[in-house]
């Protein structure tokens, strides 16, 4: 049973050839590089941060606008009285006015603004290399999962030839009717883990898609094979990587803004006034004047917000060194742990598989001949593919450690 729509790797034999996971694709099938561009470009989160992008941008052009001026009217009537007569005439009080901000604080609101942008544009690009490390994580448990469903498939055609020649025994009187049933076991025990090692490509296979954008349940085709051929990097490179490691950049960034956002509150302290020009009108007399008007900072000085936006920044720096740590330890601890995946599969090679699977064909051929007890010929089947079964775990946790390291470094390590 193949899970529809994603490639069943061919039958192989122990020491099958391992290239790139990048070779040539069958028409319809992703290769790795096209699964990273295709996340790249459709993965729903970078249309989110596109988009907070965009707004950031509009604060920017918020910050950088000036206030509008203000017109203010008072029109109405003067009734002037005296012993004989009673006059009214219009009268009207009319102003301009326009806030100037002091020099230097649009600037900073808006240098605050900047600095929000470029926060934005790092996550985005932070997003973009973890994407990458992502796929790159899942593409290669897929193709984890696809050989171990091809493992388990080859089990179960053994198992099945394996009931076969139970059954030829048993009805020669070689063996006991236990032998038959016992072989109807196998095929039972390697269905149950065939099915299971196609749910876990089936789950590979939603993951992969969804970090691409497309739809869970979409088939998918992917093209190439498990290598083995990855290195830990020297830690003359975690040095370099972690200057460029996007969560770190954001951090600077973050203390960078707080900073500006600091400075910013402490100008705002400084008045801004506003002036303008108005005039007193009557049908016989104008009076023209200049309006100025100007807050005394006697009580509000901004103390309070001064305070906040000084514990804010000393919060920032204090996170930066936490997370320079924290990277820090997170590198030491995956490379460590891919250094053991990659001796350990050192473990598996290629000699020792290929003894594997020469005795489990021997085994086959003897028992089918009566001449290996069933107990000896059920222990070869297990050895060869517990052993390989075995293999694949350790090369998945050989890319599950690389994508760690990866993730942690926040690029590619080959």
């Known amino acids: 049973m193949t899970l529809p729509g994603c490639a069943a790797g061919p039958k192989r034999g122990a020491a099958a050839s391992r290239p790139s996971a990048n070779r040539s694709a069958p028409d319809g099938a992703f290769r790795l590089d096209q699964a990273i561009r295709l996340a790249a470009r459709d993965n729903p989160q970078i249309q989110v941060l596109s988009a907070d992008i965009a707004s950031a941008r509009g604060e920017v052009t918020t910050a950088s606008t000036l206030q509008n001026p203000e017109v203010t009217a008072s029109p109405g009537f003067r009734r002037t009285s005296d012993s004989s007569s009673t006059t009214t005439e219009l009268h009207g009080d009319f102003?301009?006015?326009?806030?100037?901000?002091?020099?230097?604080?649009?600037?900073?609101?808006?240098?605050?603004a900047e600095k929000n942008v470029a926060m934005r544009q790092l996550a985005l690009t932070?997003?973009?290399?973890?994407?990458?490390?992502?796929?790159?994580?899942?593409?290669?448990?897929?193709?984890?999962?696809?050989?171990?469903?091809?493992?388990?498939?080859?089990?179960?055609?053994?198992?099945?030839?394996?009931?076969?020649?139970?059954?030829?025994?048993?009805?020669?009187?070689?063996?006991?009717?236990?032998?038959?049933?016992?072989?109807?076991?196998?095929?039972?025990?390697?269905?149950?883990?065939?099915?299971?090692a196609q749910a876990q490509q089936a789950a590979a296979s939603v993951a992969l898609n969804s970090l691409m954008g497309r739809k869970p349940t979409a088939p998918l085709v992917i093209a190439g094979t498990l290598s083995s051929g990855i290195t830990a990097p020297k830690q003359a490179m975690w040095v370099a990587s972690l200057e460029s490691n996007p969560s770190i950049r954001i951090q600077e960034a973050e203390v960078q803004r707080t900073g500006l956002s600091l400075e910013s509150i402490r100008k705002s302290r400084l008045p801004d006034f506003k002036v303008g020009p108005n005039i007193e009108y009557t049908p016989h007399e104008q009076i023209v004047g200049i309006g100025l008007s100007v807050p005394l900072p006697f009580w509000d000085k901004k103390e309070g917000a001064i305070a906040t936006a000084t514990a804010e920044q000393q919060k920032a720096l204090a996170e930066?060194?936490?997370?320079?740590?924290?990277?820090?330890?997170?590198?030491?601890?995956?490379?460590?742990?891919?250094?053991?995946?990659?001796?350990?599969?050192?473990?598996?090679?290629?000699?020792?598989?290929?003894?594997?699977?020469?005795?489990?064909?021997?085994?086959?051929?003897?028992?089918?001949e009566g001449k290996m007890p069933l107990l000896l010929y059920l222990e070869s089947q297990r050895?060869?593919?517990?052993?390989?079964?075995?293999?694949?775990?350790?090369?998945?946790?050989?890319?599950?450690?690389?994508?760690?390291?990866?993730?942690?470094?926040?690029?590619?390590?080959?």
Do not use: C, H
Not at 386 to 412: H, N
């Open 95 to 112: 102003g301009l006015e326009q806030t100037i901000e002091w020099p230097g604080k649009r600037a900073m609101r808006r240098a605050v």
């Open 126 to 196: 932070g997003f973009r290399s973890q994407v990458a490390i992502q796929v790159r994580r899942v593409f290669f448990t897929l193709l984890a999962a696809r050989d171990g469903v091809a493992l388990r498939e080859e089990r179960l055609a053994l198992a099945k030839s394996f009931v076969a020649a139970a059954k030829k025994r048993v009805e020669g009187g070689f063996a006991p009717d236990f032998e038959a049933t016992k072989a109807e076991v196998e095929v039972v025990t390697a269905q149950k883990s065939l099915r299971e």
């Open 320 to 368: 930066l060194v936490k997370l320079r740590s924290e990277i820090m330890s997170e590198v030491t601890t995956a490379s460590q742990n891919l250094t053991a995946a990659k001796e350990s599969l050192g473990f598996y090679t290629p000699a020792l598989r290929n003894k594997l699977k020469a005795a489990l064909d021997a085994a086959e051929q003897s028992y089918s």
């Open 383 to 414: 050895t060869y593919f517990d052993t390989e079964a075995d293999y694949f775990e350790t090369l998945q946790k050989l890319f599950e450690a690389q994508a760690e390291l990866e993730s942690s470094l926040g690029a590619p390590i080959n």
